[in-house]
């Protein structure tokens, strides 16, 4: 192995940093308004509560598994949230509601880290099945869309203190969570376990406990991520997570994360999220008809998770 | 540790399950539902074939695409038989047709492009869905041809042809999985690659045609499930994807690989859908269904669905 491939193995967010700045061009060019605080402001708004999900899957799916039911899981805490809090809530209100947020989500996350690291049931369909459980309690709690936060909070969530987007100061911080987070020895074990769980075993790490870690962090990042959402929609509804799972896979294994775990990282899933949105935007602005966009959106997306593949069988042809 | 047959297991829960249900319901039991729910489990168990050669395949194998696959079958024998019977076999050519070439792409990605098959095959989907939308627009002109709505519904014998069908393909595939070169390699595959690759088998050769089966499967259960609705939508095949990954699990086919059969998967749709039945004729509300079937599927993975401890 050459040390520039070393180099590049554990910096695996560079490819995806190399299609995020093309994306960032292209976007620029089709949209030469793209850098004005007002249209950078509402896209980071649309990004934010997708990163926050995408960095818990990644550091699942670090850890060998994958969690399927985190767009139930934002739903349901999104629709807890809209129900404890009114338009004429107070502070008190307001911090009682993410104080549940935070618990059902890891309560949620717990479920699941119960199944699959202590019955090791199998994650995909695992985490499936609980996604009726939750998406069921969300139904139950609210049959029918609707809600409203106080004016406040969802004005701030627009806002731009000292001219940078709140979205952003969001994004920095998720970022400099995840720079603490990786220093802790419980993000050392998820890699630990993800790469090689006997291996980590035999060293004493406490494989399934774990596991079961990861899932309940997965729950609070599901919830974090329900209530940038919730400041970004300001209502509720029972299904509003649900078209968040699968993109959040696909921004983490575009991030340059492998699901077969031990490596990877949040810098890359965040840059998949935003690589993602900007693909989304592009296929907007560049007047490809409304027929085509599905398909224009899939095709680039399966391109950009092909390339790394097409690019390494090039090289093993010429080598 | 017993060592009873998964799809034994799956298949006595769901005759279990049946006669529970007449405890609660009594008017659940006799034998026109008990027909009508197998028939039901038909269309996810024959959608779920392929899925089993798939995940039995091993190397994280798992096809994502075939709700779409389902969807572009029933849309394209929908738009090419035009309602015409005479046509009927023209449609069954360019479904099997475009089916397996489908999956030949996705096996092709995951194989030599070493794309991990989740991803792959949840690419493929999206593209899937894009080129329907982005031929049909919206607009899909076209009939159920007679002969197909007969073949699927009419009844012989007091059983629908579905059910027919459905046995015959379990053969077929008891047949493919246990009796033929391609059936052993499969599992040697699953078990180990590298072991496989080292004893003579054509590992790349037997993971790209499992997908390609797969895709070939998925458009044939569309075609079948067209004449069953009668009509088609754009998300005609998604509602059967993810049950038809845990009809396989559920039916004792490890998602780690190299071991299952078809058997365990029929079993696997028949109680997925006996518990769908019986909570869809309780009436307590789609909320509290959705959390029973959770429940329910969440105990029924414990019983075959725990992974071996990794070595």
Redesign the interface.
């Known amino acids: 192995m050459r040390p520039s491939s070393a180099w590049l193995r554990n910096h695996t967010y560079l490819v995806p940093l190399v299609l995020l700045v093309v994306a960032v061009a292209l976007n620029y060019y089709f949209q030469p308004n793209f850098f004005q605080p007002r249209v950078l402001n509402g896209n980071l708004r649309v990004m934010l509560p997708l990163m926050v999900l995408a960095a818990g899957q990644a550091l699942v799916i670090i850890a060998g598994g994958?969690d399927?039911s985190v767009g139930a899981m934002v739903s349901l805490v999104n629709v807890l949230l809209v129900t404890l809090v009114t338009r004429e809530s107070g502070p008190p209100e307001v911090l009682l509601a993410v104080g549940a947020a935070l618990l059902v989500g890891a309560a949620a996350g717990a479920v699941n880290g119960l199944?699959v690291a202590y019955?090791?049931?199998?994650p995909?369909?695992?985490t499936?099945?609980?996604?009726?459980?939750?998406?069921?309690?969300a139904?139950?709690v609210l049959?029918r869309p609707g809600g409203a936060l106080p004016r406040a909070l969802t004005t701030f969530y627009r806002s731009a203190p000292l001219g940078v987007p709140a979205t952003a100061y969001g994004i920095a911080l998720l970022l400099l969570l995840w720079v603490v987070l990786r220093r802790t020895r419980f993000v050392q074990y998820l890699y630990a376990v993800g790469g090689n769980?006997?291996a980590a075993r035999a060293s004493g790490v406490r494989v399934a406990f774990t596991r079961f870690l990861s899932y309940v962090t997965m729950g609070l990042f599901a919830a974090l991520s329900a209530m940038m959402l919730t400041l970004s929609t300001g209502s509720g509804n029972s299904r509003l997570g649900d078209a968040m799972t699968?993109p959040s896979?696909?921004a983490v294994?575009l991030g340059g994360t492998?699901?077969?775990g031990g490596q990877g990282g949040v810098v890359g899933a965040v840059i998949g999220v935003a690589v993602l949105t900007i693909i989304r935007n592009l296929i907007t602005f560049s007047n490809v008809p409304t027929?085509?966009?599905?398909?224009?959106?899939?095709?680039v997306?399966?391109l950009a998770?092909?390339g790394p593949?097409?690019v390494?069988?090039i090289r093993g042809r010429r080598a | 540790m017993s060592r009873v047959p998964p799809a034994a297991v799956a298949l006595l829960l769901s005759v279990a399950l049946f006669f529970l249900a007449g405890l609660v319901q009594p008017n659940f039991v006799n034998a026109a539902q008990a027909i009508n729910i197998v028939r039901l489990a038909a269309f996810l168990g024959i959608i779920a074939a392929g899925q089993t050669l798939v995940i039995i395949s091993g190397g994280?194998g798992?096809d994502l695409s075939v709700g779409a696959v389902v969807t572009l079958g029933a849309i394209l024998t929908f738009m090419i038989s035009g309602g015409s019977s005479e046509r009927l076999w023209l449609a069954l050519l360019v479904v099997l047709a475009v089916g397996a070439a489908i999956g030949l792409v996705n096996g092709l990605?995951i194989v030599?492009?070493?794309?991990?098959p989740?991803?792959?095959t949840?690419?493929?989907a999206?593209?899937v869905?894009?080129?329907i939308?982005?031929v049909t627009?919206?607009n899909i002109p076209g009939g159920v041809p007679r002969a197909l709505a007969n073949l699927v519904t009419g009844r012989f014998l007091g059983v629908p042809g579905a059910i027919y069908l459905w046995a015959l393909l379990g053969l077929l595939m008891w047949f493919v999985l246990q009796r033929t070169r391609y059936g052993r390699e499969l599992f040697a595959v699953g078990v180990n690659r590298r072991t496989a690759a080292l004893s003579g088998v054509n590992v790349s050769g037997v993971v790209v045609l499992t997908y390609t089966l797969s895709g070939l499967l998925a458009a044939l259960g569309g075609l079948l499930l067209l004449g069953f609705t009668q009509r088609v939508f754009l998300t005609l095949g998604e509602t059967y994807l993810?049950p038809s990954?845990?009809a396989v699990?559920v039916g004792g086919t490890v998602?780690a690989g190299g071991r299952g059969s078809y058997f365990g998967t029929m079993a696997g749709a028949l109680v997925l859908t006996m518990t769908e039945s019986l909570l869809r004729s309780m009436r307590i509300?789609?909320?509290?269904?959705?959390?029973?079937?959770?429940?329910i599927?969440?105990v029924l993975?414990?019983v075959y669905?725990?992974?071996r401890?990794?070595?």
């Not at chain 1, 019955?119 to 199998?122: D, I």
């Not at chain 2, 030599?112 to 991990?116: A, C, D, G, K």
């Open positions: 994958i399927l199944c019955l090791r049931l199998q995909i369909v695992t499936y099945a609980t996604s009726f459980l939750f998406s069921g309690v139904l139950a049959p769980a006997a699968l896979i696909v294994v492998r699901l077969a027929w085509y966009q599905t398909l224009f959106d899939a095709v997306i399966l998770l092909a593949g097409i390494q069988l | 994280e798992i990605g030599f492009v070493r794309i991990p989740l991803v792959m949840l690419g493929m999206g593209v869905q894009g080129t939308l982005a627009r919206g993810f990954i845990a699990v998602l509300g789609e909320a509290y269904q959705m959390i029973v079937f959770g429940a599927l969440v993975l414990s669905g725990r992974q401890e990794r070595e």
